[in-house]
């Protein structure tokens, strides 16, 4: 498993002449309703008794490397999942040595050190031929000492790196109130999740030796420091690490204690009724490892509740198991519900019944951390995870509002509370600047991107277009397009769009998911089809087409623009592409190949080979590969192309008013 280069991806726009062209061939005549009709019954036969869908949510194996890291810290660590963990590992790791955080990326310095110290808790000698491979790959790179920082934490739980040389992270920032800089609040809730819980166990700084060191992975480096002088923002920083270091050897007793005992308190308000925190696997494995520390043991029930959690994320396969860091029950089942109703599903079909009700018992009822920034605004809205009550997020909550609008339900009534809830959350959480985050409002201090404990990957949740169009193309349908938080995103919406007519995608890959959100939303807001905006991002999705008739871009977009647009073809961005073709009415001679691609890359089963990750944890640091995706996108795609241009349309409108929030309300 070695990387490419864009040169050795498909060239966008070397099109394949023997493909239909002009005039338009219907998609019956592509293949299409045959392709449609075997996906769709692929996708009923996944849905759970209880309603739901759920693809495998596939990462990298930081998360099975720090499960085995965690558990041999807890005294728990088993010789038959450890087994299994490793050959997972193992199996993953690329013809250089290195593992890559997406397939067929470049080697990641952290994730092979991870990787590699797993192996040896594991038994794997230093002196083997892949353990060899791993260590010069690691060496080359600047070995440990250019870890990034949570690496280098895990390494010092086993006393395999000093707690002096990681940057400061006081318990003491827990009584900064919401209104001070630094504050908890500031950080995004992933990172807020994982920071309050770290600084307890950088407080405690814990030491328990292995039965083996690390020394061969070291260059003899120092981590880089900033540059000198006050004037860059990241030597501003350092500086303020600096005097946290230095508070942190004279803090007294009294104010320690204290600190403690609030991050415990808040790390305990925080356990969802699944043991998880956050339903994510960093501050999960962490608030294990600080509560450890404070003094419960693994039989205590909160300890047991979590670690049996843990034990629901791992997938078995063969002689292997690997762990998901999230799973995403809520957001699958409402893009299954939108992409069945788009295959000619009737509203009323049992299956979407069920889904819908399962949907309905997942609404949150109760504040959460967005309340922090956000107290008079009500609660409403679903999160992602199959028990995540605080933070429910913008995303799945237009998601499952457009869905529950292509069902009908025996109890409409229950339906239109629910949706009139989310309604008005969402619109309480529109940011200052006019778009939409995913889970908090005005969370954008990007100075905490240069503290250097922040080096993991994203640690604020600034408004992002793909968000921002998925919430106005859900009030959009509800009727509010007319109301000026609407109109006010549409505008931010035109701020966002690149020079080259495309939009950056946040939790997709990359430009070809955001742009083809955006052309969704404009669709529903009713933006001329005409509209410069549409066109440009029309031109960017068909300059953009793979030579065989696909669309697929690289996660190294985020860092090289080289990439932008550029990557083998997959099911999921082609499909995106196609929607975001069909909202702004082109049929084309690129969607006809598009759909011709799909047809002719479908596997017997109904669905599609995607190894390609196309979804988005923290750009540049952190990818995804759901499973559904190249299911889900695909059905819904060409059930659009193949219908009569009526199938986004909702099969019952009978929206509440929602009030705009007032100002005071935001």
């Known amino acids: 498993m070695n990387a490419t280069s864009p040169s050795q991806v498909p060239v966008p726009g070397a099109l394949d002449e023997d493909l239909p062209s002009s005039p338009r061939a219907r998609p019956q005549a592509l293949g299409a309703e045959g392709a449609l009709a075997r996906a769709t019954e692929r996708l009923l036969s996944l849905q759970d008794r209880q309603g739901w869908w759920r693809g495998e949510l596939e990462t990298n194996v930081t998360m099975d490397a720090e499960d085995l890291l965690l558990r041999e810290f807890l005294g728990i660590r088993g010789e038959r999942e450890t087994h299994l963990a490793a050959n ?9 040595g290195s593992w890559a955080v997406f397939h067929g990326g470049d080697g990641d310095l952290s994730t092979t050190i991870e990787a590699y110290t797993a192996l040896r808790l594991a038994g794997d000698s230093s002196g083997a031929d892949h353990m060899g491979s791993a260590r010069t790959f690691i060496l080359a790179h600047g070995g440990i000492e250019r870890a990034r920082v949570f690496t280098r934490i895990w390494l010092a739980l086993f006393d395999l790196w000093p707690w002096d040389e990681l940057p400061a992270l006081p318990p003491e920032i827990m009584f900064f109130p919401s209104w001070v800089p630094f504050n908890i609040y500031d950080f995004a809730c992933w990172a807020r999740q994982t920071v309050v819980p770290l600084s307890v166990v950088m407080a405690m700084r814990p030491r328990r030796p292995l039965d083996f060191g690390l020394d061969e992975l070291r260059v003899g480096a120092r981590p880089a420091a900033p540059r000198r002088g006050l004037r860059t923002r990241a030597r501003r920083m350092a500086l303020l690490d600096s005097a946290a270091r230095l508070y942190g050897k004279a803090a007294p007793r009294v104010v320690r204690r204290a600190a403690l005992r609030r991050a415990e308190r808040w790390i305990l308000a925080r356990q969802e009724a699944d043991g998880s925190w956050g339903g994510i696997q960093p501050p999960w494995v962490y608030s294990l490892l600080a509560l450890q520390l404070l003094g419960y043991e693994t039989d205590h029930p909160v300890m047991r509740a979590g670690l049996d959690g843990l034990e629901r994320f791992l997938v078995h396969d063969r002689d292997v198991r690997r762990l998901e860091a999230c799973q995403s029950p809520v957001w699958d089942t409402a893009l299954a519900i939108i992409a069945l109703a788009d295959a000619g599903v009737p509203a009323d079909d049992s299956a979407l019944v069920r889904a819908a009700d399962w949907l309905l018992g997942e609404e949150v009822r109760v504040p959460g951390d967005w309340a922090v920034r956000r107290p008079h605004v009500p609660p409403g809205g679903w999160a ?24 009908v339900h025996p109890q409409p009534d229950r339906v239109e509370a629910a949706i009139a809830r989310g309604l008005a959350w969402a619109l309480g959480m529109q940011s200052a600047d006019d778009g939409w985050a995913s889970f908090d409002a005005d969370n954008t201090r990007g100075s905490l991107r240069e503290l250097p404990f922040s080096d993991f990957g994203e640690v604020i949740d600034p408004p992002s277009a793909d968000v921002t169009a998925h919430v106005i193309e859900m009030l959009a349908r509800e009727g509010h397009g007319s109301q000026p938080a609407v109109k006010g995103g549409l505008l931010r919406l035109s701020d966002w769009q690149e020079a080259d007519g495309s939009w950056f995608g946040r939790w997709g890959v990359n430009h070809t998911y955001g742009t083809s959100a955006v052309l969704l939303a404009l669709e529903a807001a009713g933006v001329p089809r005409d509209d410069p905006r549409v066109r440009r991002a029309v031109r960017w999705l068909e300059d953009h087409q793979n030579a065989d008739g696909g669309w697929g871009e690289d996660p190294r977009s985020y860092e090289d623009p080289a990439w932008i647009g550029r990557g083998p073809s997959t099911a999921s961005q082609t499909a995106w592409a196609l929607l975001g073709l069909h909202a702004a009415g082109q049929r084309s001679a690129a969607a006809e190949r598009g759909i011709a691609w799909l047809a002719s890359t479908q596997r017997r089963d109904g669905s599609w080979d995607e190894p390609e990750f196309t979804g988005t944890g923290f750009p540049g640091d952190f990818y995804i590969n759901y499973h559904l995706y190249r299911l889900v996108f695909p059905v819904m795609a060409l059930g659009r192309w193949c219908g009569d241009g009526t199938s986004v349309e909702r099969a019952t409108h009978r929206p509440q008013a929602v009030r705009e929030p007032a100002e005071g309300e935001r």
Do not use: H, K, M
């Open 88 to 96: 997972w590992i193992r199996s993953q790791q690329r013809d250089d």
């Open 384 to 407: 992602f995870e199959f028990a995540n009550d605080n933070y429910p997020d913008l995303d799945d909550t237009a998601e499952v509002i457009l869905a529950l609008r292509r069902v």
